[in-house]
């Protein structure tokens, strides 16, 4: 059974830093694209930021590049996205997913696996 156990959700101010992480299980790794989602209130839920196991190749969507960075510990099955310069619109609750097809969101916006969500709140 795929599990995706997300946490490091919390409440920072504008210009802080948080770092995610999701930990899997109940499939291999290495065949899987793990990416992080987020949905705001009243917003469809939309894809941040993915990475593609086997080849480490990363995207992210626009509005955050260069402010996140998704990486993965192979050893650990875990995958982190590490939020800085956070800004207000980042608010929203964060799901981490896994895809067999190992396509970036921006191909395959919906993944194969969720897990539950961890709420991120930026205040200004």
């Known amino acids: 059974e795929v599990q995706l156990q997300a946490s490091g959700g919390g409440w920072v101010q504008a210009g802080g830093s948080l770092r995610l992480a999701c930990a899997a299980s109940?499939?291999?790794?290495?065949?899987?694209?793990i990416g992080w989602f987020r949905q705001a209130p009243g917003k469809e839920r939309e894809g941040v930021a993915c990475i593609d196991i086997k080849d480490g190749m990363t995207y992210y969507t626009d509005s955050v590049e260069g402010r996140f960075t998704i990486v993965s510990d192979n050893a650990k099955n875990t995958v982190y996205l590490q939020m800085n310069s956070l800004e207000p619109e980042d608010t929203a609750v964060y799901y981490c997913?896994?895809?067999?097809?190992?396509?970036?969101?921006?191909?395959?916006?919906?993944?194969?696996?969720y897990g539950q969500g961890t709420q991120v709140t930026v205040s200004d």
């Open positions: 997913a896994a895809d067999e097809s190992a396509l970036p969101f921006w191909a395959k916006p919906v993944y194969d696996h």
């Open positions: 109940g499939f291999i790794f290495d065949d899987y694209a």
